[in-house]
């Protein structure tokens, strides 16, 4: 096993980050996950953006203000939301 990085003080759990950072999520917004305390999904049953239509990625892409939307493939809106 690949010892864990350590991320400084900054990150509480450099485990959960570095997971999160692989699955492509900013460093901004690894550190914001890996540094909450109960970061466990709320209540909802929302698919994940893989299992979404590229039609209702595009919709949350609008209902957020992301710029540049209607040119994006799938995958593009998938990272954009992400990291929005």
Do not use: C, F, W
Not at 48 to 59: A, G, I, P, S, V
């Amino acid at each position: 096993m690949i010892p864990q990085k350590d991320h400084g003080p900054s990150i509480k759990n450099d485990e959960r980050y570095e997971a999160l950072r692989r699955e492509g999520y900013s460093k901004e917004k690894a550190a914001r996950i890996a540094n909450s305390k109960n970061p466990g999904k709320k209540g909802g049953k929302a698919s994940t953006y893989e299992e979404r239509t590229k039609q209702e990625l595009y919709d949350k892409a609008k209902d957020i203000g992301v710029e540049g939307r209607s040119k994006m493939n799938k995958k593009e809106l998938i990272h954009a939301l992400r990291n929005h």
